[in-house]
Structure formats: structure tokens, C-alpha cells
């Protein structure tokens, strides 16, 4: 069945450090993809997606790419903040693309100044 | 503009009780989607509502019901509760092919 696999955490950085999420998924076609963040007590924001390969999306600083060779969508940016702290969750539409969404299990993400 | 709203924030019930759990969609959209999101864990897909119909269903037992009303809000309901039903569970609408707008969540409590 479809899956999607994240790196697992928690990552910790110091402010201005380069960081990479990794995630890659196993799904029938070509999926859309997206990543999520979740702040303590709240609910999932969207970050960025991309809907077809090569792609990339990109929103904050942070970017991914589409690669569908790989089946990756690894999550970049280049100078984190502490506010960037959260649990990142990467996720892929499922089989037809009828709005269900397959999710990793999260990565912790946590900057320390 | 309220996104998508949920009701109740938290909620503690007992093994075996019933529970329902609420959620109005973000205006505009009229597709509503559940997840369950353990602790530690990604949201898993429970079921997707359109046009007052299951659409879709997850790997869920039947203990799990929904319904979906003609102004597009949704209710969760939980029959016979398990101590392992304990999580946040996350309400989601969407428009179209439009990406979903998740909410803040109900944390269920099961002891």
C-alpha cells in the first residue's frame, strides 16, 4: 500500500544551521506531496507542495523538490530560526488523488540559539 | 475569516462510553476529512465526507461513525471506547482539488 517514510528525530540545530528532512514515499502514480508543520497544541499547517515531479515548492525560507526517480521529497532551509521549532510532517495524497492524505510519523525539529 | 473549528478542545471519557466530536469546515469548502493522530504519531486517515456520503473510509473498525450535515459540518462519532482510542483527533476540510485546512483538534483522553 501507499507509505510515506520520514528520518526519524528529533533533529537538533543551532540557529542559522542548514537543515534536511528527509522523506521519501511509495505510492501508486504520481502523487501530490506536501510537507506539514505542527506547533505544540496546535493543528497541521501546510508548508509547501508540489504536485508532479520536478517540481519544487518553497514558502518561509524552506523548499522541497519533487523527485520522482528517488520517490523523495526531502524538506530544506538554509539558516534555521528557534522559531522554526515544531514536529514537520511530510505527506502524500493517496491512490486517485481523492483528498486522502498518507502521512510519515513526523520529525521533531528543535533550534536552540 | 474562521478556518475549520472543532469542538470540544479536550474532552476525558470512560472505556466503553460514546463520544462525538464536531467540526465545522472553513467557509467555502464543503468536503470534510477526519484523521486520528496518536501521540508521537502522524494522523492516520479516518474517513472523508462530500455531499452528506461516506466517500471514502480508512482502515477504521465500524466503532467509528460519521455524519456530515447540509451546512457542510461534520460530527465524529466513537462507540464503545478503548483505552487505545486516546489521541488527537484532527478535522480537515477542502474545496475541489484544493489542499486541506486542517484544525486545532479534539484531545481525547480514554481511562
Known amino acids: 500500500g501507499d507509505s510515506v517514510t520520514q528520518m526519524e528525530g528529533p533533529v537538533t540545530l543551532s540557529e542559522e544551521a542548514f537543515l534536511t528532512i528527509n522523506c521519501t514515499y511509495t505510492?501508486?502514480?504520481?502523487?501530490?506531496l506536501f510537507w506539514y508543520v505542527q506547533y505544540p497544541g496546535e493543528g497541521l499547517q501546510l508548508l509547501l507542495k508540489?504536485?508532479?515531479?520536478?517540481d519544487k515548492g518553497s514558502n518561509k525560507g524552506f523548499e522541497a523538490t519533487y523527485r520522482k526517480e528517488t520517490t523523495s521529497f526531502h524538506l530544506e532551509k538554509g539558516s534555521v530560526q528557534v522559531s522554526d521549532s515544531a514536529v514537520y510532517f511530510c505527506a502524500a495524497s493517496g491512490s486517485g488523488n481523492t483528498g486522502k492524505l498518507i502521512f510519515g510519523q513526523g520529525t521533531t525539529l528543535q533550534v536552540k540559539p | 475569516d474562521a478556518g475549520v473549528t472543532q469542538s470540544p478542545t479536550h474532552l476525558i471519557k470512560t472505556r466503553g462510553q460514546q463520544v462525538t466530536l464536531r467540526c465545522s469546515p472553513k467557509?467555502?469548502?464543503?468536503?470534510v476529512s477526519w484523521y486520528q493522530q496518536a501521540l508521537g504519531q502522524g494522523p492516520q486517515f479516518i474517513f472523508q465526507y462530500y455531499e452528506e456520503e461516506e466517500r471514502q473510509r480508512g482502515n477504521f473498525p465500524d466503532r467509528f461513525s460519521g455524519h456530515q450535515f447540509p451546512n457542510y459540518s461534520s460530527e465524529l462519532n466513537v462507540n464503545a471506547l478503548l483505552l487505545g482510542d486516546s489521541a488527537l483527533y484532527l478535522c480537515?476540510?477542502?474545496?475541489?482539488?484544493?489542499?486541506?485546512?486542517f484544525g486545532s483538534g479534539t484531545r481525547l483522553t480514554v481511562v
Open positions: 508540489a504536485t508532479k515531479a520536478d
Open positions: 480537515a476540510s477542502s474545496f475541489g482539488d484544493r489542499e486541506d485546512t
Open positions: 467557509s467555502g469548502h464543503d468536503t
Open positions: 505510492a501508486t502514480g504520481y502523487p501530490s
